[in-house]
Nanobody
């Protein structure tokens, strides 16, 4: 079983920064990609950024130039550096691990709130 533990959410003012972390543990055989999704109240969960193993990162248009995803492959950890935060970034952020045919795994979510 794979566990994803997120940290780093919180309350920040517009223009501020936060850094999210997600550490994967357990029996991990395949990691095709790790990434971050978010879900705001009343909205569908959406991709924020993901990082394919050995590939290039991919970002939602709404966060390009402000957010940066990175991975520590040795620690099975993914980070999301979020700069110039806006109220519309307010959401619960979920870590995601794509394990190919073995399935998808999700973290419990961490709340990010940006005040105006």
């Amino acid at each position: 079983q794979v566990q994803l533990v997120e940290s780093g959410g919180g309350l920040v003012q517009t223009g501020g920064s936060l850094r999210l972390s997600c550490a994967a543990s357990g029996t991990i055989f395949i990691i095709n990609a790790m990434g971050w999704y978010r879900q705001a109240p009343g909205k569908q969960r959406e991709l924020v950024a993901d990082s394919a193993s050995g590939g290039f990162p991919h970002y939602a248009d709404s966060v390009k130039g402000r957010f940066t995803i990175s991975r520590d492959y040795a620690k099975n950890t993914v980070y999301l550096q979020m700069n110039d935060l806006k109220p519309e970034d307010t959401a619960t952020y979920y870590c995601h691990l794509d394990s190919g045919y073995l399935g998808d795994y999700w973290g419990q979510g961490t709340q990010v709130t940006v005040s105006s």
